[in-house]
């Protein structure tokens, strides 16, 4: 299971990380991470899993999985195939990306008979609760009117990373709790850690960043 | 553009074509092409594209584009992705990834800008002839109902691969038109081209074959 | 608030309950309720909400909110209209009405905020204990697989039942549970009460049903 | 069939066009268009509907139908059950509610065989083509970043107004064409006629106006 605490990145479908420049993020996190032992893990586009996975060692996930089993569904985010690209581990219900509740339960499902690693994305504390009771991995607590904003959710909402620790540790203790929305820097991922969080989840933080490695050293001297 | 006539399979989420079972199919489609001259193209899941692009030279497509441009949407299939990993087309709107009509628009315009080919499915002429206003490459008639059975359309319904066909050339005839459904072997595509179709688009006629190559055979010796 | 043990009938869109049809049967069940002093409620489509209300005594409910609060959202059920015409509660998250996690919390807190009773629809013991994290008024339990058919819950899957009760009185003893799904005569609604359900909610057993009358006393006869 | 030239209205989910206020305004239309003899038809909630049809004698419409026929689908919007509150027409693919291609085509379908007038709404040129193409009673052309706003479409995209009129009775000459987004006065109304529409579709311009009589009738004048 991914180590925490960590950093992960979700490159989303931005240019700045489509194709080889996901690959170009995914090395520079490898080098970085192998270089001072923090955790990080990336979440590519689908397209872009297995050239990722082919070069670098630190985890690579998917951005998605869609509820279904093998069979006839054209287009869709098949499990068992992101796996097979060689991610370990997948987010689900992104805030750009949510599903309903009970597909959230067969994705995690899914993931944990699958072995890949599962993020679920929750906006509060009673969603991060209600998605406690399905015991995944992890829960990334990201209010969604902070994403992809210059405050850190850290600053413009503590109480909703502190309070979803506390909901989420007393229904499974064992579930591991990130936050994100608007984590910029190392001091953004140090209060993350005093909040009670094991680590962070980003996107526009790195990938919009002119100088990636500063930014992702600056991240990991947080943890 | 995608040569025609044409045979193009559409591997869906079939675990008998994820990954490297994925690879074989589109390396025995690429042998028999290669060998008999006729044009086909296989459409696979996102995961896969860059893998078989790798290995194969005949056309491969996306099964799916999402109706956004570069930006925050997390686990979305971006046309720039699939283009990227070397898919050279996509499929629009299949019966089992249905969009809204302005969606359609969208991605038939964003395939346009970027040289993707398209084919837009359809379930009846109606829709035919709605699709045909869009002005895209291809359109696939495919009546949903019998979609993964044993009867080809065209054999349970020639009127609407003869009528869909009619209909689009009435409104722009540069627009290719293709029918699938039940699609099986030679003699379902050697009708299909009778009936006015340039080619068929199916799935499990191929993927679910015992023994693919001369299903693949058979299917070319109807073109 | 609904007064339980109760048996709270979703008439869909079947051609047998809209418009005047509907009335008739909420006529129905507001003579036996006032008769025998049975809670029952009806949960009817929004055209037919305000006709209810005007003739009937017993609750009338929604079959379903959407997640809006009033602007510009064309042809979506605002919580507020529903309670306008009025409604005195409503479903949400029926199983084919399904909502995303974040939806169903926004839901279930407008209608807490519009003193709308709501009764969220969940599919197994894990999708209810979600649910529970919700603090609704209301969850029922219903296996999607045994809707509409002819073998009761409480028979089929009494684990499901029990088990639901169970998780979620442990998350908040406050709220009632009810189960459905193929709910159809007394000795259903009894084994239910049994199992420790508050109630069922039940459509095709009592719409369908040729002697209506018949049917809700023997249902109610369970209680 | 609703006459033309025509307004038709919009009330949306807006508080100040909800249940009895829905009912005002409708009132205010009726005597106007009683008094000057203009065609007027108002699109009020689901829950609504029957409401507006007992009070007044222009034509009230649904906002919206949902792509389905009689049976279990708890909480859409059944086509027969609109027109059994006394709806006499439905709007269509909303910006707001846009639906797949072929759940309008299916939409359109049913309209017609339940005498319902409907109005297809599109978002530029090439969509009014494809909605065209199913023949309904009237397309109504809204450019989406227009609506709600201060700049009527009539003054801000003139060109896609009469495209579309062009480009719909190129495909069919009996198709109604309307357009909207942003018009606020029987200046954008005059417009819209000289520009080859049949009528206008609008929400804020009256349902947010102080004086709503005065809005209405100057709307009116511009027929």
Redesign the interface.
Known sequence: MLKTPTIVL?V????EA???KALEIAQLMNKISDEIGASMAIAV???????CVAEVKIPVF???IDP?V?????????P???R??GAVGT?I?????????????FCVTRAKELNLDHIVC???I??S???????PNFIAVEPPEL??GDISVTTADPGIVSGSVKTVKD?DKNIKVLCGAGVKNGKDVGKAIELGAEGVLL??GIVKAKDKESVIRDLASGL
């Open positions: 979700n989303k479908t931005y240019a489509t194709g080889v586009q689908a397209t872009d899993i297995s050239r998917a951005e998605h279904i093998p069979g006839s569904h054209t287009g869709w985010t098949l068992e195939s992101v097979d690209a987010l219900n992104h805030s750009e990306h949510r599903l309903k509740l009970a597909d959230i339960d929750t906006n509060n009673s969603t609760k209600a998605a406690a009771a399905l015991s994403i992809g229904v996107a526009s």
